[in-house]
């Protein structure tokens, strides 16, 4: 796995060295485990800068330049009159990659990025990742099933039904665990495994 912080490091005494001075340090880079469809994200808060990197680009078979395009990429975004991709991002990524040989550009595609192989890798983990539940809730007074639907992450209303009520009758909201069969009005939702 890719040192980030060492290679945050080298990238911004390389644009120091071309005359830039990054308002980052090497300690504000974080690894995003998340990410799926973004290299690398930059936020200000507070007027303080904090760069996070896909974790993907620090895997040992990810060309070590598709890294330092990344934090270079992220690090223009902390000059002024760089937060946009406008002008003068476009400027100094040029110069950036006249320099150091590299290509820094608005965005890539998976195999720009990672090359071929990886990128295949890569978008199969992301597929057997993405497996969404079906949440669901009943009304316990009805007896009818009053929300749901298939999602990757728990929504609200599931988490929290203290919070809502039935729409019909306005009675309590209960979750359906598991497999299921409506019965009658008065017997409502009953779970079976």
Not at 13 to 40: C, H, Q, S, W
Request: hydrophobic share 30%; charged share 30%.
């Amino acid at each position: 796995m890719w040192d980030l912080q060492r290679y945050a490091n080298e990238c911004i005494n390389d644009m120091k060295e071309l005359g830039f001075e990054p308002r980052i340090t090497a300690d504000k880079f974080t690894v995003n485990t998340r990410a799926k469809k973004r290299y690398g994200q930059c936020k200000r808060i507070n007027g303080e800068f904090f760069i996070n990197i896909n974790s993907d680009l620090l895997r040992d078979e990810c060309p070590i330049l598709s890294l330092r395009e990344t934090i270079f990429h992220e690090l223009i975004h902390t000059l002024p009159k760089c937060w946009n991709h406008g002008d003068e991002f476009t400027r100094i990524a040029e110069i950036v990659n006249r320099r150091y040989h590299t290509n820094v550009t608005r965005c890539s595609t998976y195999d720009e990025k990672y090359g071929y192989v990886l990128a295949e890798k890569i978008r199969e983990e992301n597929k057997s990742k993405k497996q969404k539940v079906k949440y669901e809730l009943f009304c316990e007074h009805c007896g009818k099933v009053r929300a749901s639907g298939m999602y990757q992450r728990m929504p609200k209303w599931y988490a929290h039904t203290e919070r809502f009520s039935c729409s019909v009758c306005g009675g309590h909201l209960e979750r359906v665990n598991g497999n299921y069969t409506l019965l009658s009005v008065s017997e409502g939702v009953k779970n079976w495994q």
